[in-house]
C-alpha cells in the first residue's frame, strides 16, 4: 500500500516536474479565488462605515 | 421580445450583483468536485504514456491553463464589445474582472510548460515551440491590455479604451499564432524542440475534459465574484451599493 | 470640399508641421544608425552570428525607432488644442486620419526602409537578401504606421502614453516581423521568398482597410 503510494509520489523521476507543476497551479488559482472576496468584504465594510447621505 | 428583456434585466448592476452573489458557489463547488474527479483520473486512473512516462501528467494542468487562457481573452473582448455598442456597466465590469484571471491562466499554461519541455527536451525554454510563444504573446496582449485599464483613469473610458485594445488583440491572435507556427516550422534548426502530443487515449482523454470543465467552473464562479468587486468599485456612490452594505 | 480636397490639405499640413524642424527627419535617422553602431560594436568583432542575426537587428531597430515617433501622431495635435477641431469639424474623421497616418509614414517610415537597407549592410547582411529586405521594409512599415494610430488614438494624452503605446504595438507587430525576417531568411538560403512577401501584402491590405475607421472610433472614445 505505502510502496504504491510511494510510486505514485516519485512520478517515475520526474516528481519534481509534475509537483511543482501541480502545486504552482493549486497556489495561484487559490490565490485568484481568495483575493477578490476579501477585497469584496473591505469595500463593503468601508460602504457600510461611510456616512448616511 | 422575452430575451431581450432578460439581456436588460441581467444588465443592471443590482440584479446582476444579486445573481452572481447566488450563482458563485454553485460554480465554485461542482468545479470542486469536477477537480477531484479530474485529479483523481489524471494523477491515478490514467496508465503512464509510453514515451514521456509520469511526467505526461502535467498536461493535466497545462492544457486546460492554455485552452482557458484562449477563451477567457475571446470572453473579455466580447464582454468589451457589448459594453462598448450597448454601453452596459455589467459588461464593462466583466470585461475588467476577467483580465487578471486570464493573464494568471497563461501564466500558469507556460509555466507548466516550461517544467514539462525541461525533462523532455533539456531545457526550460525553446524558441522553437509554437505554441508556448504564441502563448507567450497572449501574456503580453494581456499586460497591455491591463496596462491600459489602470492608465486611464475614468472608469467607463478605461472600459471603453479596453474594449478597442482587446478587439485589435483578439484580430490579431490567429495572425500572430499562424505567423509563429510558420517561422517555427519552415526555418526550424536542426533540433527540433515541439510538443508531441502523446497517443490520446480515451483513458487519456477523459480525465483532461473533466479537468477543462473543472477549470471552467471555476472562472465563472471567480469571474462572478470579481464582476461584483468592480461593479461595487464603479457604483460606489449609487443607493443600491450601500444598501448592499447596510444589510 | 471634396475627399481628395480634404485628404490631400490634412497631408500637406502635417508634412509642412512634421518637416518644419529638420531634425524630425533627422534624429530618427540617426538613433537607427547609432543603434545599429552599438549591435555591431557590442558584438564582439569576428563573431560568425552577425550575418545571421543582420535582418533581425535591423527590422527590430526600425520596430523600436518606428514606436518612438508614434507618440507624435496626435500627441502635438492635442497639446495644441486642434485634435478637437479637427473632430468636430463636419469632416469625415476617417480620411483625416488616413491623410495623418500617410504622414506618419512619409517622415517617419520611409526614410527607415532606405536606413534599414544600408544599416543591414553594415551587419553583414549577404548580398543577395537586401533586395528582399528593402521589400519587407516596404511592405511592413506602413502596417506598423497604420496600427500605430489607432493605438496612437487610444493612448492620447495619457500619462506614460509613449512606453504604454510601445507595450501594446510590439505584440502585434509580430506576424510582419517573423514575416520580414524569415524570407530574408529565405532569401539568403536562395529559397522563394513571393509566399512571405503575400503574406505581408496581405496583411496590409487587411490593417489599411480596417485601422483607420478603428483609429477614428478610438479618437472618438478618448476625446468626446
Known sequence: ?53 | MAILDRFHKYGSPPQFYATAKTLAPWFGWIGALLFAAGLAGGLALAPPDYQQGEAFRIIYVHVPAAWMSLFVYVTMAGAGVVGLVWKMKVADAVARASAPLGAAFTFLALATGSLWGRPMWGAWWVWGDARLLSELVLFFLYAGYMAVQAAVEDRRAAARAGAVVAIVGLVNIPIIHYSVEWWTTLHQGPSVTRFDAPAIHWSMLAPLLVMTLAYMCYFAAVMLVRSRVELLELERRSAWAREVAGR | MNAAGIFSAVLKRDLRLGLRHRSALVNPLIFYFLTIFLFGLATAPGTAALPGIAAAIAWLTVLFASTLSLHGMFEPDLEDGSLEQLLLAPVPLVLVVAAKIVAHWLIGGLPLVVAASVGAQLLDLPRAATGTLAATLLLGTPVLSLVGAVLSALTVGLRGGGLLLAVLILPLCVPVLLFSVGAVVDATAGLPVAGALYMLAALLVLAATIMPPAAAASLRIRML
Open chain 1, 1 to 53: 500500500m505505502t510502496e504504491s503510494f510511494r510510486e505514485f509520489l516519485h512520478m517515475g523521476g520526474y516528481a519534481f516536474y509534475v509537483w511543482s507543476a501541480y502545486a504552482l497551479t493549486a497556489a495561484v488559482l487559490a490565490a485568484n479565488a481568495i483575493v477578490p472576496r476579501m477585497r469584496e468584504r473591505q469595500l463593503l465594510r468601508a460602504l457600510a462605515a461611510e456616512p448616511p447621505r
